[in-house]
Nanobody
Framework: QVQLVESGGGLVQAGDSLRLSCAAS????????MAWFRQAPGKEREFVAA????????SYADSVQGRFTISRDNVKNTVYLQMTSLKPEDTAVYYC?????????????????WGQGTRVTVSS
């Protein structure tokens, strides 16, 4: 079992950068695929990025490819989402998620563990 707590959200302007963090507790973090999803008002929750156990393999949604970077520190039990060149359409609640096993799944149903979310608002 893994418990997740996100932080780092806030209000920024278009073009700014922001780093989200997700602190995990539980003994199996290093064998858990970690991901970020987001949910904008009135929309479905969508995949943003995922990282393998070691962080050496990553996957991104087309909409954030080249602007966002997912990374993880298995000593600190933390996964990060570095967001650059933010756009108003990136405004959403960002959720950290985890799943045991392999596979950088982009569908929320594959993920067993979820944080409470952190809000990111990008003004134009």
């Amino acid at each position: 079992q893994v418990q997740l707590v996100e932080s780092g959200g806030g209000l920024v302007q278009a073009g700014d950068s922001l780093r989200l963090s997700c602190a995990a507790s539980g003994r199996s973090f290093s064998s858990t695929v970690m991901a970020w999803f987001r949910q904008a008002p009135g929309k479905e929750r969508e995949f943003v990025a995922a990282a393998s156990w070691s962080g050496s393999s990553t996957s991104y949604a087309d909409s954030v490819q080249g602007r966002f970077t997912i990374s993880r520190d298995n000593v600190k039990n933390t996964v990060y989402l570095q967001m650059t060149s933010l756009k108003p359409e990136d405004t959403a609640v960002y959720y950290c998620a985890g799943r045991p096993g392999l596979g950088l799944m982009q569908v929320r149903a594959w993920y067993d563990y979820w944080g409470q979310g952190t809000r990111v608002t990008v003004s134009s």
